[in-house]
């Protein structure tokens, strides 16, 4: 077996990404985000405060013209309280399963 053209050319395998298959055993890509803290040598975890990744809400958001990609037509629920009257089931029930099926998407 031998290894494609591309890989044959001079130099061109270290412009690859590399991944997890191109590496030895010890090697962890992970995921770049970086740590929050540090490891105690008794096995625990201190968070560092100025490590955390803080995100400032902008002001005027009243104003703003886009909205979270959220359906009119949800109702806030709460717990349980939606099912109240339904049974025993509750939300497992395959019959109300069906029936709101049948309210929020129409026939098929």
């Not at 061109?12 to 985000?33: H, I, M």
């Not at 109702?75 to 099912?83: D, E, I, W």
């Amino acid at each position: 077996m031998q290894p494609t053209q591309r890989l044959l050319m001079k130099g061109v395998f270290r412009k690859f990404r590399l991944t997890t298959k191109d590496a030895n055993k010890g090697f962890y890509k992970g995921t770049g985000t970086g740590s929050m803290g540090r490891h105690t040598k008794y096995g625990g975890y201190i968070v560092e405060f100025d490590k955390v990744r803080t995100y400032v809400v902008p002001k005027n958001l009243d104003e703003f013209k886009l909205s979270p990609f959220v359906t009119k037509k949800m109702s806030p629920t709460f717990g349980f309280g939606s099912y109240q009257g339904q049974g025993l089931a509750g939300p497992k029930s395959p019959e109300l399963y069906l029936s709101r099926w049948k309210a929020e998407n129409g026939f098929d």
